[in-house]
């Protein structure tokens, strides 16, 4: 099953699935940087209403807990807009919490139990900076976690095992930020150390964080699935750039382990008065993919198939 704000679904009613999104951000992580901060219910509802009305089905809000996610905005624009949303748990870069954070000073222990409580009763209000209390009936449905540019730190350590010990024990996927100038072959050996199957871990943003696709092979190779969402954002690179990545990986025989989505900020929301919108992919990028002739099977593998494997909860 996969774990959606509105209940379980099974994974051959997700449909249309765009694997790395964001809906609502505010809060400190909003202040950070304010291309950022997604905090209008009914623009981002109307930002659902254009993917819907494209063919869009489901997605992932990539917003982990304790940085300015909203369990119970999530859960209404799901049923207002009746696009599925699969909400995270688990933690962010340090950058988007104070100094004073709890995440910073819990014991794994503490943060294992949190991430797993999220996952199976129901997701915490968000006080942002106050130690979680609240709790909704609006469970996540995956670990969200990200890899720091530089060493890997103790503080890192610390909240990657935690978010490894609940991947294991909920069934989850693991989805991991990685950061320009991290080391996520490093991480996958953690990880891997720490007993969580690769076929778990989802890596997100290799396609602008890592020029060496070899590190992509490498890290589908071992199963990992990668989740590209360098689209529609030509400070980094244009279209025509992505699908050649793409290609490339679809020669090295990787076509089931590529994920792909936007990342929106909200200068990347139509309806905050930004582009290239939430329908980039439906409107534009998918006609590019089948212009540049990957076949029609391999462009649904992308958004159906391979987010329904990869989403889904192993064991139940
Ligand atoms: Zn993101």
Redesign the pocket.
């Known amino acids: 099953m996969i774990g959606t704000v509105t209940g379980d679904i099974p994974p051959e009613d997700l449909g249309f699935c765009q694997c790395?999104?964001?809906l609502w951000i505010a809060g400190y992580s909003g202040t950070v940087n304010p291309d950022l901060r997604i905090d209008d219910p009914e623009k981002s509802r109307a930002e659902l209403d254009l993917f819907r009305r494209a063919g869009g089905s489901a997605l992932v809000d990539?917003?982990p807990l304790g940085c300015g996610r909203n369990a119970s905005v999530l859960k209404e624009l799901s049923e207002q807009s009746a696009v599925k949303i699969i909400a995270s748990t688990g933690f962010h870069k340090m950058i988007y919490y104070p100094e004073d954070h709890w995440v910073r000073t819990a014991g794994a222990d503490t943060l294992t139990r949190l991430f797993l409580e999220e996952l199976s009763e129901g997701m915490y209000a968000d006080g942002d900076d106050a130690f979680p209390a609240v709790q909704t009936r609006c469970r996540a449905g995956l670990i969200?976690a990200a890899l720091d540019a530089g060493t890997f730190s103790p503080l890192y350590e610390k909240c990657f095992s935690a978010a490894a010990e609940a991947a294991k024990a909920s069934g989850v996927p693991l989805m991991v930020?990685i950061e320009k100038d991290s080391d996520p072959l490093t991480l996958a050996d953690f990880l891997r150390a720490q007993g969580l199957a690769p076929e778990r871990l989802i890596f997100?943003?290799l396609d602008r964080a890592v020029a060496d696709t070899a590190v992509h092979r490498e890290l589908c190779r071992r199963g990992i699935y990668l989740e590209y969402?360098t689209i529609g954002r030509p400070k980094y690179h244009d279209d025509e750039r992505e699908t050649a990545i793409v290609t490339e990986m679809l020669e090295a025989g990787y076509g089931k382990q590529i994920l792909m989505s936007l990342?929106?900020?909200r200068a990347r929301l139509s309806s905050y008065g930004g582009g290239p919108g939430l329908d980039h992919i439906l409107v534009r990028f998918i006609p590019l993919l089948r212009r540049r002739g990957i076949p029609e099977a391999q462009i649904q593998a992308f958004f159906r198939e391979n987010p329904a494997r990869a989403l889904g909860r192993k064991g139940n």
Do not use: S
Request: charged letters at 30%.
């Open positions: 790395h999104e964001h990539a917003q969200k930020h997100c943003h969402d990342d929106t900020t």
